[in-house]
């Protein structure tokens, strides 16, 4: 390995990039179950923190 300082910062970038999209795709879930659950707020006993 001639670089491996730039090995690591590709890896430690694709590991930020996996990180980001698991995070925004949870994040959207909630944010759906949010939204659907507001709508039916009073007809409904599920609660989010």
Not at 1 to 30: H, Q, T
């Amino acid at each position: 390995m001639p670089n491996p300082s730039g090995s690591i910062k590709s890896v430690m970038a694709a590991l930020l990039v996996v990180l980001a999209s698991i995070g925004g795709l949870a994040l959207l879930g909630w944010l759906t179950v949010v939204l659907l659950d507001l709508k039916h707020l009073n007809t409904s006993g599920f609660t989010l923190p």
